[in-house]
């Protein structure tokens, strides 16, 4: 019982690591989007 315990809470753990990694990538790709999009707006 206390591995199955273990398992679940390092499962968790891992699993909320993976969405902040994923929307703190997500958040760079949109900057690196609107520095492109404003480079375009200066180059017209």
Not at 3 to 21: D, F, Q, V
């Amino acid at each position: 019982m206390n591995r199955l315990i273990a398992l679940l809470l390092i499962a968790g753990t891992a699993a909320l690591a993976g969405c902040n990694t994923m929307a703190g990538a997500g958040q760079d790709i949109s900057k690196g989007g609107d520095a492109l999009t404003n480079s375009a707006e200066k180059a017209k």
